[in-house]
Protein backbone atom coordinates (compact mmCIF):
# COMPACT_ATOMS: atom_id res chain seq x y z
CA UNK A 1 0.00 0.00 0.00
CA UNK A 2 1.28 3.48 -0.87
CA UNK A 3 0.40 6.78 0.73
CA UNK A 4 -0.83 9.92 -1.25
CA UNK A 5 -0.02 13.57 -0.13
CA UNK A 6 -1.56 15.00 -2.93
CA UNK A 7 -4.10 16.35 -1.45
CA UNK A 8 -2.23 18.56 1.37
CA UNK A 9 0.18 19.91 -1.74
CA UNK A 10 -3.36 21.20 -3.64
CA UNK A 11 -4.80 22.20 0.17
CA UNK A 12 -1.47 24.38 0.53
CA UNK A 13 -1.51 25.62 -2.97
CA UNK A 14 -5.32 26.63 -2.40
CA UNK A 15 -4.11 28.92 0.79
CA UNK A 16 -1.29 30.12 -0.74
CA UNK A 17 1.26 28.45 1.53
CA UNK A 18 4.37 27.04 0.36
CA UNK A 19 6.21 23.70 1.97
CA UNK A 20 8.61 25.53 3.92
CA UNK A 21 5.88 27.54 5.65
CA UNK A 22 3.77 24.96 6.60
CA UNK A 23 6.53 23.19 8.35
CA UNK A 24 7.63 25.64 10.02
CA UNK A 25 4.04 27.04 11.35
CA UNK A 26 3.32 22.98 12.04
CA UNK A 27 6.02 22.55 13.41
CA UNK A 28 8.05 19.67 12.18
CA UNK A 29 11.08 18.87 10.93
CA UNK A 30 12.77 19.09 7.55
CA UNK A 31 13.42 15.01 7.46
CA UNK A 32 9.65 14.92 7.90
CA UNK A 33 8.58 17.36 5.22
CA UNK A 34 10.67 15.04 2.73
CA UNK A 35 9.23 11.85 4.07
CA UNK A 36 5.76 13.75 2.93
CA UNK A 37 7.22 14.97 0.01
CA UNK A 38 8.09 10.93 -1.16
CA UNK A 39 4.49 9.87 -0.16
CA UNK A 40 6.48 7.97 2.85
CA UNK A 41 4.20 7.03 5.95
CA UNK A 42 5.09 9.85 8.58
CA UNK A 43 3.99 9.46 12.59
CA UNK A 44 0.24 10.58 13.03
CA UNK A 45 1.19 13.11 15.72
CA UNK A 46 2.73 15.25 12.62
CA UNK A 47 -0.52 14.74 10.65
CA UNK A 48 -2.28 15.88 13.58
CA UNK A 49 -0.73 19.13 13.64
CA UNK A 50 -0.79 19.52 10.03
CA UNK A 51 -4.70 18.93 10.08
CA UNK A 52 -4.82 21.28 13.35
CA UNK A 53 -2.85 24.03 11.39
CA UNK A 54 -4.93 23.94 8.31
CA UNK A 55 -8.38 23.38 10.27
CA UNK A 56 -9.05 20.21 8.21
CA UNK A 57 -9.51 16.40 9.17
CA UNK A 58 -6.85 14.12 7.64
CA UNK A 59 -8.73 12.74 4.95
CA UNK A 60 -8.40 16.38 3.71
CA UNK A 61 -4.78 15.64 3.41
CA UNK A 62 -3.68 12.04 2.80
CA UNK A 63 -5.21 9.02 1.00
CA UNK A 64 -4.16 5.22 1.34
CA UNK A 65 -3.87 3.92 -2.18
CA UNK A 66 -4.41 0.30 -2.57
CA UNK A 67 -2.31 -1.12 -5.60
CA UNK A 68 -4.29 -3.32 -8.18
CA UNK A 69 -5.33 -6.89 -7.33
CA UNK A 70 -3.42 -8.53 -9.57
CA UNK A 71 -0.47 -6.35 -9.91
CA UNK A 72 1.90 -8.69 -11.11
CA UNK A 73 5.15 -6.92 -10.31
CA UNK A 74 3.93 -6.50 -6.75
CA UNK A 75 2.38 -9.52 -5.21
CA UNK A 76 4.19 -12.72 -7.25
CA UNK A 77 6.37 -11.35 -10.67
CA UNK A 78 6.03 -13.31 -13.91
CA UNK A 79 3.88 -12.89 -17.00
CA UNK A 80 0.03 -13.19 -17.57
CA UNK A 81 0.54 -16.93 -17.57
CA UNK A 82 1.78 -16.98 -14.20
CA UNK A 83 -1.33 -15.42 -12.65
CA UNK A 84 -3.58 -17.73 -14.09
CA UNK A 85 -1.68 -20.07 -12.51
CA UNK A 86 -1.36 -18.45 -9.09
CA UNK A 87 -5.17 -17.60 -8.94
CA UNK A 88 -5.82 -21.76 -9.91
CA UNK A 89 -3.45 -22.94 -7.18
CA UNK A 90 -4.93 -20.09 -4.81
CA UNK A 91 -8.87 -21.08 -5.86
CA UNK A 92 -7.48 -24.83 -4.64
CA UNK A 93 -5.81 -24.00 -1.78
CA UNK A 94 -9.40 -22.40 -0.81
CA UNK A 95 -11.64 -25.21 -1.85
CA UNK A 96 -9.39 -27.75 0.79
CA UNK A 97 -10.38 -25.37 3.38
CA UNK A 98 -12.98 -26.64 5.86
CA UNK A 99 -14.84 -24.49 8.59
CA UNK A 100 -16.07 -26.52 11.90
CA UNK A 101 -18.10 -24.31 14.06
CA UNK A 102 -16.46 -23.72 17.61
CA UNK A 103 -19.55 -24.14 20.19
CA UNK A 104 -17.86 -21.51 22.65
CA UNK A 105 -20.81 -22.12 25.60
Not at 33 to 56: D, G, H, K, T
Not at 78 to 95: F, H, K, P, V
Request: with cysteine; hydrophobic share 40%; glycine share 6%.
Amino acid sequence: MAWSYEKLWKRIQNLGINKSKLRDEAGFRPATLSRLSRNEPVNMAILARICQYLSCNIGDIVDLKKPPLFQTEVFYGGDEGDRTLYLLNAIQALSQVSYVPVDLH
